[in-house]
């Protein structure tokens, strides 16, 4: 369960934005639509801890598991 799930759909954090985008970039029907949730993830990812980064990647890949 993604923490976007666990908050009622409702993103609310910096690093929760990330995780969906990284999630969106991997579930992406298309490369150009795959591209664009990537630029979204790493604009995202200029605020977040090396920490914080870590943790949602390995969020997102559970996700799309």
Known sequence: M???QQ???EIRTQQEAF???LILAI?????AQ???AVALA???AR???KHEIAK?????????A
């Open 2 to 4: 993604t923490q976007k």
């Open 7 to 9: 908050n009622n759909g």
């Open 19 to 21: 995780q969906e985008a």
């Open 27 to 31: 579930t992406a029907p298309t490369d």
């Open 34 to 36: 795959a591209d664009r």
């Open 42 to 44: 790493n604009d995202l």
């Open 47 to 49: 605020g977040l801890t």
């Open 56 to 64: 949602a990647k390995r969020e997102a890949v559970r996700a799309t």
